[in-house]
């Protein structure tokens, strides 16, 4: 039943690809191979074999999930597709290894509530990924977030940042009655005893190492948005996410002080205007291809999206700045609809959440939700210039392995929550 | 849990809600502001697909011109940097500025009137082309004006305009650029303190000094309180004024003179007393009426002229702005604040010549479409009538003298007679800025000019040959 609905929701991603690819060829065939096309059947068909996956092994899992989020990896890699055809090639095999490892947690990891007692393991990795990138990290445009193995540029962060919530979802969970206690109240507020802030401290001085060995706001900002969205969730005191958002206050007005990539990146957020053809570049060019756009876009392949010689106008438009290139060539209309694609993620698996009943299972759905929604505001924001500028990816549609790999994971664990859940139910 | 894990999805709804809103502000309230910001290249790429229509000066000498590699017109300027201030460039990357940014409807031929010839064209499978540009320019004087600059090896500014139309037959700024080279000299050419890519002659904002004595003079005479033959007496070479001291240039004559001499002379004495008379508001309303305060209509980008006025912290300060005493004399000799263009100051001497009658400056003589059918011709027009034709006389007759007898000696010539104001403001740290503002022939004026020359020195000796030998020049002396 579940599994016919999914198949149903397949239907856009389909029309998509077909519509999207063939339009990207109409318009740029002079540049392009038409053996280019097979990327997408390709796509395509990987996606129908997580479908056959899931009817075998997670017949009850959320139908939404997997095409929600296959429209926007369908999105994503059109667009990348648009950008530079050899990428999407990449890409697909991204998509593939990724798939790899959905399938792998879907099929090993059935029991998923085991990990509750593996959470020390994984947050012990996630921060020891950190590390190493710290340590053995190069660095690309002043950040220091990719790791070389093999020949192959990883970003360790992506894994972190799931890792690191399955810890949290245990931890939390364990701790939840202890730190859910009021001893004291400020301005009405009831607050937890002082020792029991002790956890919210150490998250953010990580945070805050992370950010100032790593040079990048993105990833520390990040998991301290995860976590903060976690704790309320597991003690439902406003307490910590409001001396939460103190501590961050107070970190940004030291990070203004002591790092230049922040100082740069809240200037040009400030007015990039003063500097359009160094510093504020990026943020300027991504301005004019987002209002560009219109309101229905120039189409797919018509936006002035790359110089004659093939380099994109936008330093990082297949990565961090991918949302810029769909507003410009779809417009709001299209822009907005991958917008919404968000919400529905979000909405599924908040609602993956709220329908499980153990404390882990929901506080897990909680923190992989709380990711991708702030994750999606933070680059979104970014490079519409709401907020100022973080370098995180687009889940699901920016180009990227670590990002594809880590993001199909989480998702996997989403699917098997609602596969639990709506099993027990059915019994 | 469920409680606030419904409130933490409300609270991501709510994000998403403002991303959409700022989403729909980005694409749709800003959109036009976003395409015009002269930094957005992707108009100028589009266009580059069409043949972009030539830039010609008034001999047809080709000022702007295309080369097509890989079906894009590349622009290419024959003319090197002989006025790229007026005409500008269009490029891809750096965008579009002058006339190449202000005329871009009729060049790359999306402007109604070249729009249905096109449609023809395309019609009947021609290629769409844009309309050229000619313009007033005279490449002879142009470059005489710039090379007279270059020599003296000075920044500054020459504007020439044709008294009777207002055409524009000279417009110079140095240090000048090359617009070929952009690409090459993008970074050194913004770093320059000498701002070569900056238009002095529409935008460069200097006090004006004695030159401004023009206005003053003008309200005085029309005032009815003064007469060319006012006797003045100044027998210390000082006055005091509201607590403040006005002197006069070393070596000033001192003594009784009338209001003629003292302004050949250049006295900030008598100017200074003149103005403290008038008072503030009559100043101001003569200011307004000759243009002052407003910028002077003309083709290049709005952005890329200047209006003359009183400035307060580099912004135009309000025409009603309180003045006290001493700041209202200061003002009446070219100090105080004020700040004028070269452009403005060549209207002043346009409408002085002119009988009153000051034009509206125009650089685009007519636009010539792909078939050479002429679909606009300039139409020279007042723009504003700052005096009487009688006033206009006794100026000009004192601007005579200025030359013959008084300040303005070094821009004398047997060959022609010019008719002149000159003007020094002093500049902390370097030489003074001198201008001559003028016309000639005094009798018949058929050309006016201003000439500005950065850290120059006190007696015109060298902005005095520029404006002579440009007029000069003008005049096919």
Redesign the interface.
């Known amino acids: 039943m579940q599994r016919n609905r999914e198949l149903i929701n397949f239907l856009p991603v389909i029309i998509l690809m077909i519509v999207g690819f063939a339009s990207v060829y109409a318009a740029r065939s002079a540049q392009m191979d038409a053996s280019s096309l097979t990327y997408g059947l390709l796509f395509v068909g990987l996606f129908l074999a997580a479908h056959v996956l899931l009817r075998l092994a997670a017949p009850q899992a959320d139908p939404y999930l997997l095409p929600v989020t296959a429209l926007l990896a369908a999105m994503g890699i059109m667009m990348i597709y648009r950008i530079d055809p050899d990428l999407a090639a990449a890409q697909t095999t991204w998509l593939l290894v990724a798939l790899g490892l959905f399938a792998a947690i879907i099929i090993f990891l059935r029991d998923y509530r085991k990990l509750d007692d593996y959470i020390y393991l994984c947050g012990i990795l996630g921060v020891l990924l950190l590390v190493i990138t710290v340590i053995a990290g190069q660095e690309i445009n002043g950040a220091r977030l990719w790791l070389k193995v093999g020949g192959m540029s990883i970003q360790p962060g992506e894994f972190s940042k799931v890792l690191i919530t399955i810890f949290l979802a245990g931890y939390l969970n364990s701790k939840r009655e202890l730190l859910a206690t009021t001893s004291w109240h400020f301005l009405g507020i009831p607050l937890p005893p002082l020792k029991h802030l002790g956890p919210l401290l150490v998250m953010w001085g990580m945070s805050f190492g992370i950010l100032l060995l790593m040079n990048d706001l993105g990833p520390s900002l990040l998991l301290f948005g995860i976590f903060l969205a976690m704790v309320y969730a597991a003690t439902n005191r406003v307490a910590y996410p409001a001396i939460g958002m103190a501590l961050i206050s107070i970190a940004a007005v030291a990070a203004y002080q002591i790092k230049a990539i922040v100082r740069l990146r809240y200037d040009i957020w400030l007015n990039p205007w003063v500097d359009t053809n160094d510093k504020g570049y990026q943020i300027v060019q991504s301005l004019f291809a987002v209002g560009d756009g219109g309101l229905f876009g120039t189409g797919l392949g018509k936006g002035y999206l790359l110089f004659s010689n093939g380099e994109p106008i936008i330093p990082a438009l297949h990565t961090d700045f991918i949302f810029s290139a769909i507003a410009e060539e779809l417009g709001l209309a299209g822009a907005t609809a991958v917008l919404i694609l968000f919400m529905i993620l979000c909405y599924r698996i908040f609602k993956i959440a709220v329908e499980s009943d153990d404390g882990f299972s929901k506080l897990l759905a909680t923190g992989l939700g709380a990711g991708f929604a702030l994750q999606t505001f933070f680059i979104i924001g970014g490079v519409l210039k709401l907020i100022p500028l973080t370098g995180i990816t687009l889940p699901f549609v920016s180009y990227g392995g670590s990002s594809m790999v880590a993001n199909f994971g989480a998702l996997a664990l989403l699917l098997l929550i609602s596969n639990r859940t709506n099993r027990e139910k059915a019994k | 849990?469920?409680?606030?894990?419904?409130r933490?999805?409300l609270v991501?709804?709510a994000?998403?809600v403002?991303?959409?809103a700022?989403?729909?502000y980005?694409?749709?309230i800003?959109?036009q502001?976003?395409?015009d910001?002269p930094?957005?290249t992707?108009k100028v790429?589009?266009q580059m697909r069409i043949d972009r229509g030539l830039i010609l000066a008034s001999d047809k000498m080709e000022l702007a011109t295309n080369e097509k590699r890989?079906d894009?017109y590349y622009r290419v300027y024959p003319s090197g940097d002989l006025a790229p201030h007026l005409v500008g460039y269009s490029d891809p990357k750096y965008g579009q500025v002058g006339l190449e940014h202000s005329q871009n409807s009729y060049l790359t031929g999306t402007a109604d009137e070249v729009e249905l010839v096109n449609l023809f064209d395309t019609l009947t499978g021609k290629e769409k082309q844009g309309a050229d540009l000619k313009l007033t320019i005279n490449p002879t004087v142009q470059e005489k004006a710039l090379n007279e600059l270059q020599k003296i090896g000075k920044r500054g500014a020459v504007v020439v305009v044709e008294v009777k139309t207002g055409a524009v037959t000279a417009m110079v700024s140095n240090p000048t650029y090359d617009p070929n080279l952009l690409a090459t000299n993008?970074d050194l050419l913004?770093a320059d303190p000498s701002a070569p890519l900056f238009n002095r002659a529409t935008q460069g904002l200097y006090t004006p000094g004695s030159s401004f004595k023009i206005i003053t003079a003008s309200a005085a005479l029309e005032s009815g309180q003064f007469t060319q033959n006012s006797r003045f007496t100044n027998p210390k070479g000082s006055v005091d004024i509201g607590g403040f001291t006005v002197n006069n240039y070393p070596g000033a004559p001192l003594g009784e003179h009338n209001f003629a001499e003292a302004f050949s002379q250049s006295l900030n004495t008598t100017f200074a007393q003149v103005g403290d008379q008038l008072g503030k508001d009559k100043l101001i309303e003569y200011m307004l009426k000759w243009g002052f305060y407003e910028k002077p209509p003309f083709d290049l980008p709005s952005d890329e002229v200047a209006a003359s006025g009183r400035y307060d912290d580099g912004e135009l300060a309000s025409p009603g702005a309180p003045m006290d005493r001493a700041q209202v004399a200061s003002m009446a000799f070219g100090q105080e604040q004020l700040q004028v263009t070269p452009l403005q100051m060549a209207l002043v001497a346009d409408a002085i010549a002119n009988g009153g009658r000051m034009m509206k400056p125009y650089s685009v003589d007519s636009v010539i479409d792909s078939h050479g059918t002429i679909i606009r011709q300039a139409d020279p027009e007042v723009w504003k009538t700052p005096i009487d034709s009688q006033t206009a006389g006794e100026l000009k007759d004192m601007m005579v003298k200025v030359v013959n007898e008084g300040t303005g000696s070094k821009a004398k010539t047997s060959l022609v007679q010019i008719a002149a104001k000159t003007g020094t403001a002093e500049v902390t740290g370097r030489g003074p800025n001198a201008w001559f503002v003028g016309f000639a022939p005094a009798d018949n004026p058929r050309y006016a000019i201003a000439v500005v020359v950065e850290d120059s020195d006190a007696g015109g000796g060298i902005a005095g040959p520029v404006m002579r030998e440009t007029l000069l020049t003008a005049l096919g002396l």
């Open positions: 849990m469920n409680a606030p894990i419904r933490l999805f991501s709804v994000l998403f403002g991303l959409i700022m989403l729909a980005r694409q749709v800003q959109a502001d976003l395409a910001n930094q957005n992707r790429f589009a890989d894009l993008w913004n």
